[in-house]
């Protein structure tokens, strides 16, 4: 078992920042990537950026390229969403998952660990 405890949601004006955070306890070593998901309300879950726990490899979205960094830090089993320049339909409950996949997948049923969701709030 792998467990993920967000943080770092909150409410931000539009054209701020937020940075998020992942903690992975547990049979981490088991777990090969991490993704970032979100979902507003009434919409599906959408992948938001993912990182490879071995070498850093990042993978994004294309509606948040250029406006997000996800890194990890091995040590502590931790990986941060850094958002920048964050727009109203920002605005959902992000996670974060772990996949056994060695390569990053933007698929959601490819995770088999979720945590339980930090808010994000932009207004405009």
């Known amino acids: 078992q792998v467990q993920l405890v967000e943080s770092g949601g909150g409410l931000v004006q539009a054209g701020g920042s937020l940075s998020l955070s992942c903690a992975a306890s547990?049979?981490?070593?088991?777990?090969?990537?991490l993704g970032w998901f979100r979902q507003a309300p009434g919409k599906e879950r959408d992948f938001v950026a993912g990182?490879?726990?071995?070498?850093?490899?990042?993978y994004y979205a294309e509606s948040v390229k250029g406006r997000c960094t996800i890194s990890r830090d091995n040590a502590k089993n931790t990986v941060a969403l850094r958002m920048n320049s964050l727009k109203p339909e920002d605005t959902a409950v992000y996670y974060c998952?772990?996949?056994?996949?060695?390569?990053?997948?933007?698929?959601?049923?490819?995770?088999?660990?979720w945590g339980q969701g930090t808010q994000v709030t932009v207004s405009s």
């Open positions: 990182i490879r726990w071995s070498d850093g490899r990042t």
């Open positions: 998952a772990a996949s056994f996949r060695v390569e990053v997948s933007a698929t959601s049923t490819m995770y088999a660990y």
């Open positions: 547990g049979r981490t070593f088991s777990s090969k990537t």
